[in-house]
């Protein structure tokens, strides 16, 4: 059971063009991240949003965390080559262990010049 | 960047061999994580250390045994190797434990190929 669905699974657009990335499940999280990972390293923290309604943001990138706690949505205005990479969002399930997160499978996001 | 690194970064080995993969970090973070990483699959959790040699599964602990005899390093060994545990490893450490929100920091991963 995939606890966190991520979508789309795959992505792939031009420079200059916006685009967002879901994450949705049936649980309740109390902390959800987002992370991006580059090809042949580690996967690297990008946001940690806790609150229901929480919306911050990162130069062009903007996070929202769900009223419910329970989806979260990543948008990248104007997206660079550079922004390409595998996005990755994980939880903390609201009542679990803290120190354990769930990951999503992840979008991979390719942004042509 | 949290001081985190992984050896080796590459190995190929064969079916049935022992192999271990050392994590050590320099951030003195409680918690310590082993992950594997496969298409399809996303990151799962193999085995996590809540304190000097205070482990616990995960959710793809078969096959495979930790130990953290200090703070700094969290091995993972493989008894004997089989074909499926061909992955790349990511090691991670976070400090927090309490409060409302964990936060992950990984290192630079271990591909590892069973023949």
Known sequence: TQLLEQSPQFLSIQEGENLTVYCNSSSVFSSLQWYRQE????????????????????????????????????????AQPGDTGLYLCAGAISGGSNYKLTFGKGTLLTVNP | DAGITQSPRHKVTETGTPVTLRCHQTEN???????????????????????????????????????????????????????????????????????????????????????
Request: proline fraction near 3%.
């Open chain 1, 39 to 78: 090809p042949g390293e580690g996967p690297v923290l990008l946001v940690t949003v806790v609150t229901g309604g929480e919306v911050k943001k990162l130069k062009r990138l903007t996070f929202q965390f769900g009223d419910a706690r329970k989806d979260s949505s990543l948008h990248i205005t104007a």
């Open chain 2, 29 to 115: 973070h409680r918690y310590m994580y082993w992950y594997r990483q496969d298409p399809g699959h996303g990151l799962r959790l193999i085995h996590y250390s809540y304190g000097v040699k205070d482990t616990d599964k995960g959710e793809v602990s078969d096959g495979y045994s930790v130990s953290r005899s200090k703070t700094e390093d969290f091995l993972l060994t493989l008894e004997s190797a089989t074909s499926s545990q061909t992955s790349v490893y990511f090691c991670a450490i976070s400090g927090t434990g309490e409060g409302v929100y964990n936060e992950q920091f990984f290192g630079p991963g271990t591909r590892l190929t069973v023949l």
